[in-house]
């Protein structure tokens, strides 16, 4: 075989394909990234009404907030639904100087649903209504619970407040108060709406009391229930998942004076991220739309890293496959999210399929291929994760051959070497979008001054970064993360998190003081969007 000019031809096809897309990881390639990036954010934020959006975060948590709020969080692919209680800080006591994450936060009555695909493409009204039904049916079940003495009238006062957490695009002045503007991730809303009126009128037809009298299956009296009229809801706070990342992990651990929460950033169905940035480096227009805006100086910011614009440092330098293009091309949204079709989870299985088809087809073999794999998306990047990249090869080929069977085939279409190229064009898929996202995530830290990449013309004497720290101790700069694909995909984290470790090493000797983490905000969209309903009282 090692003689067969044919099989040598083809290996070299294959090579060339996984250095198409593992040919950028590089330091020198990745640092270019990493400040071609920054400078693209400067520009962006500066000149762009449509990225760098602000939002009416002007303050970040103290760790003190109180209360219980009820949460949502919509995401691409899911809902969550569920009460949020914050008891803030013990202070005064020995558990204070030792409080973890959870002594702080008590969550209760999480429900979790899908998002079906009719309900993305469905009318606005619809997708409401369903998301108004599952926020009373969480109600519903902490009425149930509640002992039998309690006041069936109003056990959670006249009215709820309500933080949420909206994973797509949207403008806002206020906290609680947001325009949902074209969504992608897959929904066909693409006009304006008022995201607050939406979700109350989804919710509305649960505030009407019945008066019914009856029993339940277990011949159990439904009385405190049917006469119990659901609360009305008060939206208290509206983010998005980055923000609410951000916002959750700030409020759940107590830093110490050297560590502080930087950046937050979801790798999920898709990606975004939001930092805190000065009020002085943003277009005009946007300072206008903050509520007070003679009085604040720096603004959580919604980035949105991903849309047209953004992937300009991937185009100069010659990052983009053909195969990127091709599914760009083929998406629902062409040239609408570029940078986001290259690194989260809604595609990075489509990246493989189209990839592993183009290199099948091109075997000197007359391989029929499995219809199946000519379908769009018939890939999923969970499949990818949990089985391809998990399973020994005698689950991986039963599942292969359960999913993507050829039809009609004398031979076995799964051999040991296609499963190896599935295999090796995962793995190539998934590391670059790990290193990718790392060299933006160097980038927007270097826009925003908290690290630093040289610059030729610039002075290596510049001072760099926001805290304050003694000289000699090392400052720990904190990236907030959430979602799917950075939580579940083997490898995925660790890649990211040393690739960034190693650009900002080697960015600028004023680095040496800097260290920059990941730390995963755990179910932050929920979280955070009850933190932020709780801090009504420092936001305007």
């Given at each position: 075989m090692d003689g067969n000019p044919i099989a040598k031809r083809y290996q070299d096809v294959i090579s060339e394909a996984l250095s198409a897309f593992n040919g950028c990881l590089t330091e020198s390639t990745l640092l270019d990234l990493a400040r071609q990036f920054s400078d693209t954010y400067g520009d962006l934020a500066k000149h762009s009404?449509?990225?760098?959006?602000?939002?009416?975060?002007?303050?970040?948590?103290?760790?003190?907030?109180?209360?219980?709020?009820?949460?949502?969080?919509?995401?691409?692919?899911?809902?969550?639904?569920?009460?949020?209680?914050?008891?803030?800080?013990?202070?005064?006591?020995?558990?204070?100087?030792?409080q973890t994450p959870p002594s702080k936060i008590k969550r209760s009555h999480d429900k979790n649903w899908s998002i079906e695909e009719h309900l993305k493409i469905d009318q606005a009204q619809d997708l409401f209504a369903w998301i108004g039904d599952c926020i009373a049916e969480v109600i519903t079940d902490a009425l149930d619970e509640l002992p039998a003495s309690e006041s069936v009238e109003s056990p959670f006062g006249d009215e709820l407040l309500l933080g949420i957490t909206f994973s797509f695009p949207m403008a806002q002045k206020r906290l609680s108060e947001a325009t949902l503007l074209p969504m992608g991730k897959g929904f066909a809303i693409t006009s304006n709406l008022n995201l607050g009126e939406m979700l109350l009128a989804g919710y509305s037809r649960h505030l009407v009391e019945s008066t019914t009298n009856g029993k339940n299956g277990h011949g159990e009296s439904n009385k405190k229930r049917r006469l119990s009229k659901l609360p009305r809801i008060r939206i208290a706070a509206i983010t998005n998942d980055t923000v609410a990342t951000f916002a959750s992990l700030a409020?759940?651990?107590?830093?110490?004076?050297?560590?502080?929460v930087a950046m937050g950033l979801i790798v999920g169905t898709g990606t975004n991220a939001t930092v805190p940035m000065n009020v002085g480096v943003l277009h005009p227009s946007k300072i206008?739309?903050?509520?007070?805006?003679?009085n604040v100086e720096t603004i959580v910011i919604n980035t949105e890293w991903t849309i047209r614009g953004t992937d300009k440092p991937l185009i100069d330098l010659n990052i983009k496959t053909k195969w990127d293009l091709q599914l760009d091309r083929e998406s629902t949204a062409p040239g609408f999210q570029p940078f986001e079709y290259m690194t989260?989870?809604?595609?990075?299985?489509?990246i493989v399929r189209l990839v592993f088809v183009d290199l099948v087809s091109q075997e000197a073999t007359e391989a029929k291929l499995p219809p199946s794999l000519t379908t769009k998306n018939a890939i999923l990047t969970r499949f990818l994760s949990e089985v391809v990249a998990r399973a020994d090869d005698v689950t991986l080929v039963k599942e292969l051959e359960k999913r993507y069977a050829p039809l009609d085939s004398p031979?076995?279409?799964?051999?040991?070497?296609?499963?190896?190229?599935?295999?090796?064009?995962?793995?190539?898929?998934?590391?670059?979008?790990?290193?990718?996202?790392?060299?933006?995530?160097?980038?927007l830290l270097d826009c925003v001054h908290d690290i630093r990449i040289d610059r030729p013309d610039k002075s290596l004497t510049e001072k760099n970064g926001?805290?304050?720290?003694?000289?000699?101790?090392?400052?720990?700069?904190?990236?907030?993360?959430?979602?799917?694909?950075?939580?579940?995909?083997?490898?995925?984290?660790?890649?990211?998190?040393?690739?960034?470790?190693?650009?900002?090493?080697?960015?600028?000797?004023?680095?040496?003081?800097?260290?920059?983490?990941?730390?995963?905000?755990?179910?932050?969209?929920?979280?955070?969007?009850?933190?932020?309903?709780?801090?009504?009282?420092?936001i305007a």
């Open positions: 009404t449509e990225h760098f959006l602000v939002t009416p975060v002007t303050a970040l948590p103290t760790g003190k907030e109180n209360g219980k709020f009820l949460s949502i969080d919509v995401g691409g692919t899911n809902l969550r639904v569920g009460f949020i209680e914050l008891l803030g800080e013990l202070e005064g006591t020995a558990q204070a100087a030792q409020y759940a651990v107590k830093a110490a004076p050297n560590s502080r206008d739309e903050l509520a007070d805006s003679r989260a989870g809604r595609y990075l299985g489509e031979t076995a279409f799964w051999t040991p070497g296609r499963i190896k190229l599935l295999k090796d064009i995962s793995y190539a898929v998934q590391q670059r979008s790990s290193a990718l996202i790392a060299a933006a995530c160097v980038g926001n805290g304050d720290y003694t000289e000699g101790e090392i400052e720990e700069l904190v990236i907030a993360y959430a979602g799917g694909t950075i939580s579940q995909y083997p490898e995925w984290l660790d890649t990211c998190q040393r690739w960034v470790g190693t650009l900002v090493t080697k960015s600028s000797l004023s680095n040496s003081s800097k260290r920059v983490v990941l730390k995963e905000a755990l179910d932050g969209g929920i979280i955070g969007a009850g933190v932020l309903a709780g801090m009504t009282d420092d």
